[in-house]
Every structure is written in C-alpha cells, then in structure tokens.
Nanobody, 119 residues
Framework: QVQLVESGGGVVQPGGSLRLSCAAS????????MSWHRQVPGKERELVAA????????NYADSVKGRFAISRDKAKNTIYLKMNSLNPDDTAVYYC????????????WGQGTQVTVSS
C-alpha cells in the first residue's frame, strides 16, 4: 500500500536552504502525480508545487516561485523539495502527497515534517 515518509525538516536561519525528501512506497511515478504542501496551524493547507507523471514541474504558490524546486529520483522512488532563500513566512509543516491519475481520484498524505525559519 501507499506510504509516504517525509524527512529533512528542521530549524534554519533566514536566507538559508533546506532540502526535504519524501520516500514513497507503493507508488509508481508513471501513474501518481506527486506534490508538496504546507500548513500553518489555524490556516488552510497550501499547495506548494507538483510534478506530473511525465515529470513536468508545476509551481502554484507565488510566494515560493523562484526559490523552491520540486524534483524526483525514479530509481530511489523519492520526491524532493529544494528550498532556498528561506524566510520566516516559510515556517510550516510540509507534507508530501501522492495523487492517483487512474480511476477515481484519490490522494495519499505523509505525516509531515516541521520546517522552522528563525534567527
């Protein structure tokens, strides 16, 4: 079955960089679109970036365009989110998600990893 495990979160200073990883099992990148989301307590979960089944990168959050990049390693079945020029507004819990592209739509979530940007 589908399992997603995020890692790489932590505390980083403003202007710093961080790379998040999402190890996926039970997921084929040829049939699952992958995405990264983030959420601050009390606010709506926000879609940050996504990858189509063909590897097309889609960035939906204007606040992270030019600073964040999503990528995948097919051999390792892992999705990454490279974050540069971090600022305190990037502080959130970051979630990995696998989205079906065949049959009825369904999404699978990881447990999330905390990212805190603070001096």
């Amino acid at each position: 079955q589908v399992q997603l495990v995020e890692s790489g979160g932590g505390v980083v200073q403003p202007g710093g960089s961080l790379r998040l990883s999402c190890a996926a099992s039970g997921v084929s990148f040829s049939t699952f679109a992958m995405s990264w989301h983030r959420q601050v307590p009390g606010k709506e979960r926000e879609l940050v970036a996504a990858l189509t089944t063909t590897g097309l990168e889609l960035n939906y959050a204007d606040s992270v365009k030019g600073r964040f990049a999503i990528s995948r390693d097919k051999a390792k079945n892992t999705i990454y989110l490279k974050m540069n020029s971090l600022n305190p507004d990037d502080t959130a819990v970051y979630y990995c998600k696998a989205n079906t592209t065949r049959g009825r739509a369904k999404g699978y979530w990881g447990q999330g990893t905390q990212v805190t940007v603070s001096s």
